[in-house]
């Protein structure tokens, strides 16, 4: 027997219609009434304890995540410079060296680096390129120096080039970009996460005597992952 089903629903006092005919309720109807809301009670009870237990959980997970999350290694340019750049000829015995640094910040995170390629661009034209390090690994809060010169076979600079060079140097300035390319892993307590190929671009400028700027030196480069 259903006893919600012939019952009226409420209705705004209206001068025109008679008041709600109230309906005579059996014991049994209270007895309905009690259960009903009892069930509901218990329901909305364990519904909101199993609420607080997930919020709690995520709260837990979220601050987990902040602490293990892996940060990506810092590198920075401390040095770049091509001596031979003051000489109208000096594209014959050109040499670019640099000294940049790779910083895992991590405080329990170590990282996995395969072998690194430096590659320098000069207005996004790659003049140099060569294999750094060797496959390396790198404890959390440590600092690897990365520094090499590239002469010779790795940096190809026809004379055609040099001329652009010897006219920004006229302006005060050449810039370069020396991209630091390799493909780490980060390696949280027991376990290794997959491999992400790493780009870290670093802006140089140099003055007229071929040696980085002091606007350039201990810059942050970008890093990004591909
Ligand atoms: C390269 O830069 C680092 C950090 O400034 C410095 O400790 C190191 O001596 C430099 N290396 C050379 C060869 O200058
Ligand atoms: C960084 O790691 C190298 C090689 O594992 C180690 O020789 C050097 O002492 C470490 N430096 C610091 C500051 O922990």
Not at 26 to 48: E, G, N, W
Request: aromatic share 12%.
């Amino acid at each position: 027997m259903n006893h919600w089903g012939n019952r009226p629903l409420p209705i705004e006092s209206d001068p025109e219609r008679p008041p709600p005919i109230r309906r005579h309720h059996t014991a049994r109807y209270y007895a309905h009434i009690v259960k009903d809301s009892l069930t509901t009670r218990i329901s909305k009870f364990i519904c909101s304890i199993f609420l607080s237990l997930l919020l709690i959980l995520g709260v837990i997970s979220f601050i987990l995540w902040l602490s293990l999350r892996p940060h990506r290694p810092r590198f920075h340019i401390h040095d770049f410079s091509i001596p031979s750049l003051s000489q109208a000829d000096g594209f014959q015995n050109a040499e670019i060296s640099f000294n940049a640094t790779a910083r895992n910040a991590n405080g329990h995170i170590g990282i996995f680096y395969d072998s690194m390629q430096g590659t320098v661009y000069y207005r996004d034209q790659n003049i140099g390129s060569k294999s750094l390090l060797y496959p390396f690994y790198q404890e959390p809060k440590n600092t690897t120096i990365i520094e090499d010169v590239l002469s010779g076979a790795t940096l190809t600079v026809s004379s055609q080039r040099w001329m652009e060079f010897m006219n920004d140097r006229a302006q005060g300035t050449v810039v370069f970009r020396l991209d630091l390319t390799s493909t780490i892993r980060f390696k949280v307590s027991t376990w290794n996460t997959k491999r992400h190929r790493m780009h870290a671009n670093c802006d140089v400028s140099v003055g007229a005597d071929g040696l980085i700027l002091a606007a350039s030196k201990g810059r942050r480069c970008p890093v990004y992952f591909t």
